[in-house]
């Protein structure tokens, strides 16, 4: 089936680690909005026309995607079982939104997996470009080659005064959101974020993490993006990005300055800790691992583990969510049983990197 | 009970969740409790609840509001009233945006800190239509003063290049090939 090659629990390109700052920037995101002129919105067309809406723009992708070298599979959400939607939730390549499956809608999705066309979720058409690391302008480029591609053949609802026009409001203008992922455990240890994100909503844009169970981020793992998408062009939003995200970069890497410093052996003490639960322990909660998978990484950026890759924090924050964790285990998984098969995805992972890097564990140990 | 998210599908969830120390919790419809989905943060939710804020500025049950001047906004495309649009914050069509034009200036402004006009990218086709929109209302004008002034070979000039354009603009859509 055309869909089983995103399926597999391999890295895709933009969860490697290149260029940059790739320390503390995961990866970097692009999202523009877009409707067709002629079609209701999705909030109030009728099937009839979202089928029309999905066959209009799946064509021109599939006929001239070539023409920006690009070569997609069209997957149609109707005709994907809900864990297989779940999967590409989990790998970041359909929204929630699109998985309900509310209407007739696909994605297509690029075959290095850094673009992917999602249709009819809540506008007709929303272009999704990721990149791994820091790299805002190339992740533009590639979606707005796709958009001036599809402005060629498809009649977009564009306005004099408002701009491109999108269901929300929030979107409305240049339809676009930018937003990079960021690795910020020291800020989050001295609890600076706790002010950082409110200053920095004054000034346009949003810092979100992902919370669960405690009061700190998922993994420390946040996410910088533009709320303002009406006012300014797209390089200006681009430019307020990057500078505020530099800023953030260096204000991270000097809070983790200051506690290599001040409590080098705690430090220490913590991420080693750490690298005993994932590497032995049976059951493995979210939240633990995450947590874990957090300090491993500080360590990895510290030079303090040295035989394991930068990539371990992007890759196994995605396979470890339920949906791939199932797959992986071929059966339906209660949250328990998730536990257990945390616990042996990340024994396993960790045994690789013991046996491709060349375990120093004994010179180390002495 | 009705998602205490999107406000417009019944709450099938129970979400709790403890947000910097506080727990909340949330009845929220499938679609939303998705939106939510623990490990995800590439797709956004409303950075606010967006319909939460319209309705606080425009108070639907108000009785100081106008009732009759609310009645009357309806999208002649889509049929959604001034009211759907606050109640669910989105829009259903393009033409909601002329329909509801009057009231979208206040909101732009509150949602893109003072911003009300689009500076960024035009796409190709829009960029030359207006183009040549905006020369045929300026040929137009040209054209009233000749005929005032009895210089009708000048006028009829410009019929013919008013006519050449519209007929650019009709066959605008099928450029490419
Ligand atoms: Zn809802
Ligand atoms: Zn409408």
């Not at chain 1, 004054?202 to 910088?224: F, H, K, P």
């Not at chain 1, 939240?287 to 500080?298: G, H, I």
């Not at chain 2, 005032?148 to 490419?176: C, M, P």
């Amino acid at each position: 089936m055309a869909i089983d090659r995103f399926l597999e629990p391999k890295a895709s390109s933009w969860m490697a680690n290149a260029g940059d700052n790739t320390d503390i920037a995961m990866s970097t995101r692009i999202r523009l909005a877009r409707n067709l002129n002629d079609f209701k919105f999705p909030y109030a067309f009728t099937e009839d026309e979202a089928l029309k809406v999905d066959k209009a723009i799946s064509s021109v992708l599939l006929d001239r995607g070539e023409e920006v070298n690009q070569e997609f599979t069209h997957i149609d959400i109707h005709e994907v079982s809900s864990l297989h939607r779940e999967l590409l939730v989990e790998k970041h390549l359909i929204s929630p939104y699109l998985a309900a499956g509310i209407h007739a809608g696909s994605v297509l999705i690029s075959k290095n997996e850094e673009l992917s066309i999602m249709i009819n979720e809540e506008d007709h058409l929303r272009i999704q470009s990721l990149q791994s690391g820091f790299h805002l302008q190339e992740a533009y480029k590639v979606a707005n080659e796709l958009d001036s591609l599809l402005e060629e053949n498809l009649q977009y609802a564009f306005h004099e005064k408002f701009g491109y026009l999108t269901s929300c409001p929030t979107n409305t203008g240049t339809g676009m959101r930018a937003s990079v992922m960021l690795h910020l455990p020291a800020l989050t240890m001295s609890q600076q974020i706790t002010r950082i994100i409110p200053a920095i909503s004054r000034l346009g844009m949003v810092v979100r993490g992902i919370y669960g169970e405690g009061s700190e981020a998922l993994g420390n793992v946040y996410q910088i993006s533009n709320q303002l998408t009406l006012g300014k062009s797209e390089y200006e939003i681009l430019q307020d990005l990057q500078n505020m995200t530099e800023q953030i970069i260096e204000q991270e890497r000097r809070a983790r300055q200051a506690i290599v410093d001040n409590s080098p052996l705690k430090l220490e003490d913590r991420i080693y800790r750490s690298l005993g639960i994932l590497t032995y322990s049976r059951l493995l909660t979210t939240e633990e691992a995450a947590k874990c998978l957090s300090d491993v990484r500080l360590g990895i950026d510290l030079k303090l583990i040295e035989n394991i890759d930068m990539s371990i924090l992007n890759e196994l924050m995605i396979f470890m969510q339920p949906a791939f964790l199932q797959h992986y285990s071929k059966k339906p998984l209660s949250p328990g049983e998730r536990d257990i098969a945390r616990a042996k995805l990340f024994r396993e992972r960790l045994k690789e990197e013991h046996k491709i890097n060349g375990d120093k564990e004994g010179e180390d140990s002495v | 009970m009705i998602c205490n998210q999107c406000g417009e599908r019944p709450a099938s969830v129970l979400v709790k969740q403890k947000r910097n120390g506080q727990l909340t919790e949330r009845h929220l419809c499938h679609v939303c409790a998705a939106e939510n989905h623990n490990l995800n943060l590439a797709f956004e939710q409303d950075p606010l609840a967006i319909h939460q804020l319209l309705s606080n500025w425009f108070p639907v049950h108000s009785p100081s509001v106008n009732p009759v001047k609310k009645e009357v906004t309806v999208c002649p495309s889509c049929g959604f009233t001034f009211n759907n649009f606050l109640k669910l914050g989105k829009f259903g069509c393009a033409t909601c945006y002329e329909a509801f034009e009057s009231n979208l200036e206040e909101i732009f402004k509150r949602l893109h800190n003072g911003n009300k006009e689009h500076t960024g990218k035009i796409p190709a086709f829009y960029g030359s239509t207006l183009k040549i929109k905006k020369e045929i209302e300026e040929l137009r004008k040209q054209l009233k003063i000749s005929i005032e002034e009895e210089e009708f070979e000048e006028a009829a000039k410009l019929r013919d290049q008013v006519r050449e354009l519209n007929k650019q603009l009709e066959g605008g859509a099928d450029h490419g090939d």
